[in-house]
C-alpha cells in the first residue's frame, strides 16, 4: 500500500536525524520506487542527517574501546614487585652518590654540595614514585582481602605488606631531609660524613625493600594457591 500524501507530509515533518538511524532511512521498496511522497519523505529525512553537524552524529563517533579487565589480586603483587626492583636500581645510584660525596668538601671536587643537594632531591624524588606505585598496590590488595577471614594468610600478609610500606616511605623522608640539609651544612658538613649518612640510609631502605620482596612472594603464592579467590579482581 503506497504512503498518501498527508501521510508522507507528517512523517517528512517528524523526521529526526539520528534516531534509529538504520531504520530512519530505509530504501524505499521496489513497489514504492516510482511513488513520489515515499521518495520525498526520504530525501527529507536525509537532508536532514545531512544538515546535522557531523560533531553531533552518534554514527560517526567512534565506539569508546571496551575496558580492559581489570587486574586481579596476583597480577598486583607482581606490578608492586616490578616497582620494588625499580626502587633497587635508584638505591644502588645512591651508592654511587655517596661514593661522589665522599670527595665533595676537597679543592678538587667535581661537584659541590648544591649540586649533590639537588642530585639527591632528584634520586629522593624517584624513590617517592616508585613507593607510592608500590603502596597503591599494596592498598588494592589488602582492601579486597579485608573481608576475608581473620585466619586468611594473604590478608594478614597484605597487612604486613602495608606497614612495611609505611617504614619504607619513613625511611625515603630521611633521605629527602638529608638532601635538604645537604647545601646549607656545606661549611659543617664534610664529604665523608655525608657519604656515610647516605650509605646507611641506602642500606637501611635496601634492607626495608628486600623485606618487601619477601613479603610480595609470599602473598603472591597465597592468592595464587587459593582456588576460591583466583582470579578475583582488585
Known amino acids: 500500500m503506497h504512503t498518501t ?8 515533518v517528524q523526521a529526526k536525524p539520528c534516531q534509529n538511524c538504520r531504520d530512519n532511512f530505509p530504501l524505499p521498496e521496489a ?13 527529507v529525512r536525509r537532508s536532514a542527517c545531512t544538515a546535522c553537524p557531523g560533531a553531533a552524529k552518534p554514527c560517526l563517533v567512534k565506539e569508546a574501546p571496551q575496558p580492559q579487565g581489570l587486574p586481579t589480586l596476583p597480577q598486583l603483587v607482581l606490578e ?3 616497582f620494588t626492583e625499580s626502587l633497587r636500581t635508584v638505591l644502588r645510584a645512591c651508592h654511587a652518590i655517596a661514593s661522589l660525596a665522599a670527595g665533595a668538601s676537597r679543592p678538587q671536587a667535581v661537584i659541590n654540595m648544591d649540586g649533590l643537594g639537588e642530585l639527591l632531591h632528584l634520586h629522593s624524588d624517584a624513590m617517592e614514585q616508585r ?3 608500590i603502596g597503591q598496590r599494596i592498598d588494592a590488595v589488602r582492601k579486597a582481602t579485608g573481608p576475608r577471614d581473620t585466619s586468611d594468610r594473604a590478608r594478614h600478609l597484605a597487612i604486613d605488606a602495608s606497614d612495611q610500606h609505611t ?8 633521605f629527602e631531609a638529608v638532601a ?3 647545601p646549607s651544612a656545606a661549611n659543617t658538613l664534610t664529604g665523608e660524613n655525608l657519604a656515610a649518612a647516605l650509605r646507611l640510609l641506602a642500606d637501611a631502605m635496601a634492607e626495608r625493600t628486600a623485606a618487601m620482596d619477601e613479603m610480595l612472594d609470599a602473598l603472591h603464592a597465597a592468592l595464587t594457591e ?9
Open 31 to 43: 513497489k514504492d520506487v516510482f511513488d513520489q511522497h515515499v521518495v520525498h519523505g526520504y530525501l
Open 226 to 234: 587459593a582456588p576460591l579467590h583466583k582470579g578475583s579482581p582488585a
Open 5 to 12: 500524501t498527508q501521510n508522507a507530509a507528517h512523517k517528512a
Open 80 to 82: 608492586a614487585q616490578d
Open 131 to 133: 613507593l607510592e606505585a
Open 167 to 174: 617504614h619504607m616511605c619513613q625511611a625515603q623522608l630521611a
Open 180 to 182: 635538604d640539609m645537604v
